[in-house]
C-alpha cells in the first residue's frame, strides 16, 4: 500500500518562496503509469490540482500557477517536491501530494496534507 507524507514549513512570508516535499513509501515514483500531483484547499473553498510530475519526469502545470510553480523529484529518495514562488495570503491551504494514474483525474492514494499560511 503506497504512502504519501507532506512536509515543509507550515507559515510563509508574504513574497516568500514555499518548499514542500512528498515522501513516497511503499511504491517507487518512477513505476510506469503513476502521475504524482500537488493539490491544495483554501480555507472554505474547493480542492485546486497546482500541477504534477509523470513517471517518466514529464511534469504538467495547472495555467493559473504555472509562472510561480515548480514541481521537482528526488528519485534516490523517492521524494517529489514543489516550489510555489511570490506567495500572497491568498495562498493560504491546506496542500497535498496524491497519486493517480497518469491520464486520469482520480487520486486513489492521498498524503494527509499540511497546513501553510501566509502572513507576515
Known amino acids: 500500500q503506497v504512502q504519501l507524507q507532506e512536509s515543509g514549513p507550515g507559515l510563509v512570508k508574504p513574497s516568500q518562496t514555499l518548499s514542500l516535499t512528498c515522501t513516497v513509501s511503499g511504491g517507487s515514483i518512477t513505476t510506469s503509469k503513476y502521475f504524482w500531483s500537488w493539490i491544495r484547499q483554501p480555507p472554505g473553498k474547493g480542492l485546486e490540482w497546482m500541477g504534477g510530475?509523470?513517471?517518466?519526469?514529464?511534469?504538467y502545470y495547472s495555467p493559473s500557477l504555472k509562472s510561480r510553480t515548480s514541481i521537482s523529484r528526488d528519485t534516490s529518495r523517492n521524494q517529489f517536491s514543489l516550489q510555489l514562488n511570490s506567495m500572497t495570503p491568498e495562498d493560504t491551504a491546506v496542500y497535498y501530494c496524491?497519486?493517480?494514474?497518469?491520464?486520469?483525474?482520480?487520486?486513489?492514494?492521498w498524503g494527509r496534507g499540511t497546513q501553510v499560511t501566509v502572513s507576515s
Open positions: 496524491a497519486r493517480s494514474i497518469a491520464g486520469h483525474a482520480d487520486f486513489s492514494s
Open positions: 510530475i509523470q513517471y517518466d519526469g514529464s511534469t
